[in-house]
């Protein structure tokens, strides 16, 4: 069974960094592409940024460039997620999902829980 | 850039259908075939209900089905059951540099 789970969240100071985790199993995670989703308590689900499968394209939502850095490990079947100067409204449950061919997020993990406060 | 727009919230009784618009623009919806649905349910994982506009995955209800006119996407379900009930969220590809957006969300009654 494909399985995401989500590590590194918790409560950070503004300005603060964190850097997410997510390690994959039940599937070839070299041949997809990976994303991550957030969702602001209440709030709606936004799209954070995406990584190709070879680490070669990166994508990151306008208003998250230059904060946010995307990256994988294939040889260890994780994706991360590195935040800087984390701000109160980056406060949310990070979702891990994979990217299927045909552009979807078809499979999600639990999420990550990260409290900007001081 | 700016969110699908979808309605706050739609409603049914049990058994009759709804449908959940999801308005986006030229570059998104209206150019690529590439609009998915996710439901989530209060404290859970979303889940993908459909993928590039009309197919369902594997497992999915053939009451849930989709479609595309223009600018707009819906999601229609029919046969409403309380378990329909929750959020459902529409996504597309963009093509651009933020390369998906999704809508705001709307929730789904069951009377």
């Known amino acids: 069974d494909v399985q995401l789970v989500e590590s590194g969240g918790g409560l950070v100071k503004p300005g603060g960094s964190l850097r997410l985790s997510c390690e994959a199993s039940?599937?070839?995670?070299?041949?997809?592409?990976m994303n991550w989703v957030r969702q602001a308590p209440g709030k709606g689900l936004e799209w954070v940024s995406s990584i190709s499968r070879d680490s070669v394209y990166k994508y990151y939502e306008d208003s998250m460039k230059g904060r946010f850095t995307i990256s994988r490990d294939n040889a260890k079947d994780s994706l991360y997620l590195q935040i800087n100067s984390l701000r109160a409204e980056d406060t949310a449950v990070y979702f891990c999902?994979?990217?299927?061919?045909?552009?979807?997020?078809?499979?999600w993990g639990q999420g990550v829980l990260v409290t900007v406060s001081s | 850039q700016s969110a699908l727009t979808q309605p706050a919230s739609v409603s049914g009784s049990p058994g009759q259908s709804i449908t959940i618009s999801c308005t986006g623009a030229?570059?998104?919806?209206?150019?690529?075939?590439?609009v998915s649905w996710y439901q989530q349910h209060p404290g859970k994982v979303p889940k993908l209900m459909i993928y590039?506009?009309?197919k369902r995955p594997s497992g999915v209800s053939t009451r849930f089905s989709g479609s595309k006119s223009g600018n707009t996407a819906s999601l229609t379900i029919s046969g409403l059951q309380a378990d329909d009930e929750g959020d459902y969220y529409c996504?597309?590809?963009?093509?651009?540099?933020?390369?998906?957006?999704f809508g705001g969300g709307t929730k789904v009654t069951v009377l």
């Open positions: 039940g599937f070839t995670f070299s041949s997809f592409s």
């Open positions: 996504c597309s590809f963009t093509g651009r540099s933020s390369l998906y957006v």
């Open positions: 030229i570059l998104d919806v209206g150019k690529y075939n590439i």
């Open positions: 590039e506009v009309t």
């Open positions: 999902s994979r990217s299927s061919a045909k552009k979807d997020f078809d499979y």
